[in-house]
């Protein structure tokens, strides 16, 4: 799972490197051939493009489309000030991206967005934790937990969004369930009080994702040898030590990918905010989001041009924090499958 | 190895190509077939449900019939989905012959990309003769008219009449102090003052609007659209009138998440079911309220009344806001036939109808006497008695300043900004597009 999961993040790197290293084997193991057998060489050398071509073709076609000439087209986009309608003609060169850089309500977007980074993993990571080592014990009911636990990530954002938004709302059902039971004085605005609602996002996150993490780590503690566990009882250590010392160096690397994709997922959020806050008023509840700050200022205001700018900005953001994570975190534990590695 | 890849490379690019370019190449041949006199043309709307929807296929259908030499295509798009569309369409040169209008920006964004037809010497003297001028002039741009208006939205507020009784208020407020007593006597019956719907922002902002057409001058308004400098210090004004006004706390609780239009929780759904006694929204509303009723009927108690008069300002109290629904032709539409279409929808009976399907005032002054419920009336009096109709601001100044004014307003509503930061946010905002 751990390793699906991490090839998946970077699917053209990983494949192009693996088919590249591939192709080299056989071309040296095919290299020492007589000379006199040139026209069968070439054939070989043929079939060999073709195959490429054929199995690799469809992929590249695809990624080129709709990820690589997207971004080129947004980069280009963004050196211009356009409405999207007819071609752009009035090019300002980098005056949106110095635009964006002082504005006020993007700088609060980063702010956002890092507290949303920073706190998803504080929160989610202990509890997750907490409880794949729970849900790890054999006890009764522990299938059901499970699925229990990971419902909230298989349904669809939309739905959770619209349940939260609706169950939240100042006559909604939690206050009426806090007044119900006396507890009336805790009655808040939960969405619309700008001192609260990213604190309510946040839960609601953390609600929605938590179930992958249980995932991802009870996968990785069912990869821990059970007799680790046996021999560290045997030299009588306890259960509070043997998680300390075996189990959590142990679930290291699915605690780093884990951390990756849920940073990743945090720079990136977007449809929660944008179905619970609607296309406008994220930023007056203090939840908006660098994406939520790109449509609002890209699609909804008709600047389509100063919106690609954003993209753009975005896109190195999380490019940049991606790559850091990798080279420094992830390193150890990808070795060999996505970067080049020693052999 | 390298030279491998790259000639791999190189065959699934072209392939890729080939792929693209045959994909791309099939359909979307245009037939105008103006060849045997004989013409086709497409006609975007909006109405994808209920009388609307049946309205436009009918007056269609009699239109083909009068010009047996032109077809007309129509298609109905959801209403969200359709600017989008249109705007994809309209750069791939692929757009609809006839279409749904939104006029302020767009309108002159499409103009200046040189998407569509200018009507001014195409218009019947009939059509001439019985829509005002001044419904006009919001479609008007370098000396061309570009669109023909079909309905007149006011705005004012919405009132539940037995909730106002119910309070013991007779008549209706014409003054804001007026208006402030009328919400103090509201909220001691227990129910919602004024419901807005500011999740999707623009209904606050209404409230903004208003106070600066009571605030501005006609003059400062209208110019605001040329130059998107919002300097005069009415503008303040109307910010801090607003801000007065937020302080007395009239809206309903947990405005910022309340959506305009959309089930019963939403603005309109509150007025609907006599959760909330007012609100401050154009003249589709009385077809909004009606859709959110618990038995889906037109609310019987349901009243009209300007927004009051604000002391202090420039602007004629009895000045209003108001939107105008029409439908442009694309450059590329066959210019006769359009034009044609377009004159036909704003004849008496056509009009008539168009007012029955969507209990909205005809542009027609001819066909405005079939107008029968008592709030549409009061709304169109005042509209005809009024010195000067301003488009919504959002529409006047553009998406891109409408859109940061509309969420400034937001912001002062909730607390986290000022009269101030309304006037700064927009004169930003101008940079950006």
Redesign the interface.
């Known amino acids: 799972m751990t390793l699906d999961t991490s090839l998946g993040t970077d699917p053209a790197t990983g494949s192009d490197r693996g088919a590249?290293s591939t192709?080299?084997g056989r071309?040296a193991s095919t290299a020492p051939r007589p000379a006199g057998r040139r026209p069968a060489k070439r054939l070989a050398?043929w079939r060999?493009?073709?195959e490429?071509?054929v199995l690799?073709?469809p992929a590249?076609?695809v990624f080129?489309?709709f990820v690589i000439l997207p971004v080129a087209m947004a980069a280009y986009y963004g050196f211009f000030?356009w409405?999207?309608?007819?071609p752009p003609t009035d090019f300002v060169g980098l005056q949106?991206y110095v635009?964006i850089f002082q504005?006020q309500a993007f700088r609060s977007v980063l702010m956002h967005n890092g507290f949303i980074v920073v706190l998803s993993l504080v929160l989610q990571g202990p509890i997750a934790i907490v409880l794949a080592l729970l849900l790890n014990q054999k006890m009764h009911g522990r299938g059901l937990i499970r699925v229990l636990v990971f419902v909230p990530y298989v349904i669809s954002e939309v739905i959770v969004g619209t349940g939260w938004?609706?169950l939240l709302?100042?006559?909604g059902a939690v206050n009426d369930l806090l007044q119900g039971i006396g507890l009336g004085g805790l009655r808040a605005?939960w969405?619309?009080n700008?001192d609260i609602a990213i604190w309510t996002l946040l839960v609601i996150i953390s609600w929605k994702y938590i179930g992958f993490a249980v995932i991802l780590f009870l996968a990785g503690l069912q990869s821990i040898p059970e007799e680790l566990f046996e021999a560290a009882a045997i030299d009588g250590a306890g259960y509070w030590q043997i998680q300390r010392r075996i189990t959590l160096p142990l679930l290291g690397p699915t605690i780093r990918i884990w951390a990756f994709l849920s940073i990743i997922g945090s720079l990136q959020l977007f449809d929660l905010v944008y179905i619970?806050?609607?296309?406008?008023?994220a930023?007056?509840?203090g939840t908006s989001t660098m994406a939520t700050y790109m449509v609002?200022?890209g699609r909804?205001?008709?600047?389509y041009g100063?919106g690609s700018a954003v993209a753009v900005v975005m896109f190195i953001i999380s490019l940049a924090v991606a790559l850091i994570y990798q080279r420094f975190v992830l390193r150890r534990d990808t070795a060999g499958a996505i970067t080049e590695g020693k052999k | 190895m390298t030279r491998k890849n790259r000639f791999a490379a190189a065959i699934a690019i072209a392939a890729g190509t080939a792929l693209l370019a045959t994909g791309c190449s099939s359909g979307g041949a245009a037939d105008d077939g103006s060849g045997n006199g004989k013409v086709t043309m497409t006609f975007w709307h909006n109405s994808t449900t209920g009388p609307g929807k049946a309205y436009w296929a009918d007056t269609v259908k009699a239109f083909e019939k009068k010009n047996p030499n032109v077809t007309i295509k129509i298609q109905a798009i959801q209403n969200e989905d359709l600017d989008g569309k249109l705007q994809t369409a309209l750069n791939s040169g692929d757009g609809p012959d006839v279409f749904l209008q939104r006029g302020g920006g767009k309108l002159n964004a499409m103009i200046n990309a040189g998407q569509l037809l200018d009507i001014k010497d195409s218009i019947s003297a009939d059509a001439k003769k019985s829509i005002s001028a001044g419904t006009f002039s919001g479609y008007d741009a370098k000396d061309g008219t570009y669109a023909m208006p079909v309905a007149v939205l006011p705005e004012g507020i919405w009132y539940s009449k037995d909730l106002f009784e119910k309070a013991g208020i007779t008549g209706t407020p014409t003054t804001m102090d007026e208006l402030n007593d009328d919400i103090a006597k509201l909220k001691d019956s227990g129910v919602d003052p004024v419901a807005v719907g500011a999740k999707d922002a623009w209904p606050a902002a209404h409230w903004y609007y208003n106070f600066a057409l009571r605030a501005c001058s006609e003059k400062t308004l209208t110019g605001a659209a040329e130059s998107l400098k919002f300097d005069n210090a009415c503008w303040a004004k109307a910010g801090k009138d607003l801000e007065a006004f937020n302080d007395t706390k009239p809206f309903n609780d947990g405005f910022l998440t309340t959506a305009a239009q959309q089930g019963a929780g939403s603005s309109a759904g509150l007025l609907a079911n006599h959760k909330a006694a007012m609100e401050l929204m154009g003249a589709w509303d009385p077809g909004v309220i009606s859709s959110l009723t618990p038995d889906a009927k037109p609310l019987p108690d349901l009243g009209w009344f300007p927004f009051p008069a604000v002391s202090g300002g420039k602007g004629d109290p009895k000045s209003m806001m108001g939107g105008v629904d029409g439908y442009s032709c694309t450059a590329k539409a066959p210019k006769k036939a359009c034009t044609d279409f377009l004159n036909f929808i704003v004849q008496k009976d056509n009009q008539e109808g168009y007012y029955k399907a969507f209990q909205a005032i005809p542009v027609n002054q001819d066909a405005q006497s079939v107008v029968s419920e008592s709030y549409l009336k009061t709304a169109l009096a005042a509209y005809k008695d009024a010195p000067f109709v301003s488009q919504y601001l959002d529409t006047l100044y553009g998406q891109n300043v409408g859109n940061a004014l509309n969420t400034s307003v937001v912001d002062v509503l909730a607390g986290k900004g000022n009269a101030k930061d309304i006037v700064t946010a927009t004169n930003q905002a101008a940079a950006k597009g």
Do not use: E, H
């Open positions: 590249g192709q080299a071309g050398d060999q493009r073709a490429i071509a690799a073709g590249v076609i080129v489309t000030k409405q999207g309608y007819g949106n635009i504005d938004s609706l709302q100042s006559n605005d969405l619309s700008p619970i806050w609607g296309q406008y008023i930023s007056t509840a609002a200022n909804t205001s008709g600047n100063f």
